[in-house]
C-alpha cells in the first residue's frame, strides 16, 4: 500500500508541474488585423443578445443560393444588403458562407425584418453582422487552454491505441512532427508506447480542439526516444535531449497523406499540350483544399499567379535550395513575397488553377539553381543549438523529461488497477 500510495503522491506532484508549463511555452496565436471583442459568458445572452428580448432564428444556405435572397425574403432592405456586402470584405465576406453551414438571423420579434446575421467561421469565433447601421463585430470566445498529459499502448495500430485514450487523429500528425527523425510511425508494432504532454482547449467546459504538444515520448525495440518543443525569437521547433532538431532539413513532400500522381520526368509526355515536354517537378495528387506546408524554413520570393502555373508560391531556404508549390487553391495567410515561413507551415491550399487536369500540387526543387528530382536527394540535418543556447534549453528539457518520466504507460496503470483490486 505504501507503495501505491508513493506513485500516487509523485504522480500528483508531476500533474502540478504541468499546469506550470506556461511559462516555458511562447504561445503564438495569430490574430486577424482587425479590432476583437471577447465574449463574456452569460446564460441570458447569446451571440451577446438578451434572450428574453430577442428572437433568434437558425438557416443555411443551399448550393447556389444566394445570402442576398434569403434576407430580401426575411424582410430586409436590398441596399443595406448591398452596403454591408461591400463592408465585410474587409472582414469576412457574406458572400463566403459556406452552404449547408448554419447562421442565425436575430429579430426584434419573429415578425420584424433581421437587425443581425450571426455566422460562425470556426469555433473560437462568431461575427455579427449589423444589417440597421452597417457594422460588423468581430467576438472571439473566452476558451481555456489546458496543459495534459496521456499515455498509450499499441496493440494494433497506433490511431486505435490514441482513440483508446481519448485523443483524435490529429495528435497523431503533431506526435509524427515531433519525432519525425528518431521514429518511424508507418511501422509501429504491437508493444510500442507513448506519452505526450500537450494543449487541449475548452469551451464552456467542452474539449473543442488540440493545441502544440509540448514534448512527447516513444518507446520501442530500439530504445526510447525524446523530443521537446523549445522556442524563442531566434529557435523554434522540436528536439532530441542533446540538442539536435528532430527533423531533417526538408520534410520530404509538402503534403500528408497524398499519392504521387506524376514523378520528376525529363521526357514526360504532356496530357493537354499533346507533345513531349520534361516534368521537372512531383505532382502530388489531393483533394481541392489539402493543406500544402513549407518543406523548409526559407524566405517567400514569389507568391503570384501565371497562365501555366496557375496560384504558385517559391520559396527561397538558401544559397543551394528553392522550393515552389504550383496550381494553388488559395494561399494562406500573410504569405506574400518577403513573408519569413518556417517547416511545416501551411502556405497554401490544393488547387488546380492555371494548367491542371485534376487538382494537385506540382512541387519543384532547385538545388544550385537548377531543378532536380527531390526524391533522390540526401537532405543534410538541420544544426544543433548552439553552446549558448544549451542552458536554457536543458532548463526547458529536464522539467519536461521529469514530468515524462513521472506519466505511467497505460499497461502500468492497468497492472496497478489489478492489485489494488
Sequence with gaps: ??????????????????????????????????????????????????????????????????????????????????????????????RNFRANRPFTVVKQDSCASPICIVYEPNKY??????????????????????????????????????????????VIDKMEDALASSVDFYHTQKGDKFKLIYERRYLEGKPIGYGAIISAAFKNQSGEHFAVFYANDRYRGFYDLEGRPTKSTFLRAPLKYSRISSGYNPRRFHPIKKRRIPHLGTDYAAPIGTPIYAVADGVVTVASFTRNNGKFVKIKHDDVYQTQYLHMFKFAKAIRKGARVYQGQIIGQVGMSGLATGPHVCYRFWKHGKQVNHLRENFPPKDPLPEEELPNFYQQRDSLVNILKEIPYKDELDQLSMVEH
Design 125 to 170: 469565433t462568431y461575427i455579427k453582422y449589423f444589417l440597421d447601421d452597417i457594422n460588423i463585430d468581430v467576438v472571439k470566445r473566452d476558451y481555456e487552454t489546458c496543459v495534459e498529459t496521456a499515455s498509450g499502448v499499441i496493440k494494433s495500430s497506433l490511431w486505435l491505441a490514441m482513440q483508446d485514450v481519448g485523443l483524435s487523429g490529429t
Design 1 to 94: 500500500m505504501k507503495k501505491t500510495e508513493s506513485y500516487l503522491l509523485n504522480f500528483v506532484i508531476g500533474l502540478c508541474l504541468v499546469i506550470g508549463l506556461g511559462m516555458f511555452i511562447k504561445h503564438n496565436k495569430q490574430s486577424p488585423a482587425i479590432e476583437q471583442i471577447v465574449e463574456v459568458n452569460n446564460a441570458d445572452l447569446l451571440f451577446g443578445f438578451d434572450t428574453n428580448k430577442f428572437h433568434f432564428e437558425t438557416h443555411s444556405l443551399k448550393r447556389n443560393q444566394n445570402l442576398g435572397d434569403l434576407l430580401v425574403w426575411q424582410g430586409a432592405k436590398w441596399d443595406s444588403i448591398l452596403k454591408l456586402d461591400k463592408v465585410s470584405k474587409k472582414f469576412f465576406s457574406i
